[in-house]
Each structure stands twice: as structure tokens, then as C-alpha cells.
Nanobody
Framework: QVQLVESGGGLVQAGASLRLSCAASGFYFTGFDMAWIRQIPGKEREFVAAIDRNSASTFYVDSVKGRFTISRDNAKDTIYLQMNDLKPDDTGIYYC???????WGQGTQVTVSS
């Protein structure tokens, strides 16, 4: 059974940092590219960042380039999202998922106050 457990969110002020984690189980983690996807209130879910199975290449949406860093530890079946210089527009629920998309976890709430 596929399970994705996101953690590390919280309420922070603009300019602060957070590090999100996503522990995966129930599938062959090292065989999949992985991504962080966020749900901002009133908007559709958007890809924030992605990383290939070997950590050789990454993708970032323009709005987070230079501020967010995605990484993975295949020995721990875990991906991370280091978020620096957070902005109020980053507020939302952050999910991890495989590529192609599979079952969703519960997500972790990130709230950035101005």
C-alpha cells in the first residue's frame, strides 16, 4: 500500500525558512522521479519542484527558483524541500508525490505571515 507522509510545515513570518520532509513507503521509491506540489487557497494544485530518481536533475516553478531546494535520500525513501525566504504567497498545503502521480498523502500546511 502506497503511503506518503509529509511533515515539517508550520506558521512562520515572511523571510523565514522551513524544511519539509516526505517519507514514502509501499512502492519502489528509487524507481520514481518525485515532486512537491502545493495547493494554494483558491487555486489549482501546482508543481513546485521535482527531482529525478538519481538526483541528477531538478525542476522548479519560476516563483520559487533560488529560494527552494528539493533533495532526496534514496536510502531513507524520503524527499525534502528546503524553503528559504518564505513569502505570504507560499502559503498553502504542500504534498509530495511520485511522477506519474499516485495516491496522495495528507499534506503539510505552510502558512507565511507578512
Amino acid at each position: 500500500q502506497v503511503q506518503l507522509v509529509e511533515s515539517g510545515g508550520g506558521l512562520v513570518q515572511a523571510g523565514a525558512s522551513l524544511r519539509l520532509s516526505c517519507a514514502a513507503s509501499g512502492f519502489y521509491f528509487t524507481g520514481f522521479d518525485m515532486a512537491w506540489i502545493r495547493q494554494i487557497p483558491g487555486k489549482e494544485r501546482e508543481f513546485v519542484a521535482a527531482i529525478d530518481r538519481n538526483s541528477a536533475s531538478t525542476f522548479y516553478v519560476d516563483s520559487v527558483k533560488g529560494r527552494f531546494t528539493i533533495s532526496r535520500d534514496n536510502a531513507k525513501d524520503t524527499i525534502y524541500l528546503q524553503m528559504n525566504d518564505l513569502k505570504p504567497d507560499d502559503t498553502g498545503i504542500y504534498y509530495c508525490n511520485s511522477i506519474p502521480i499516485g495516491p496522495w498523502g495528507q499534506g503539510t500546511q505552510v502558512t507565511v505571515s507578512s
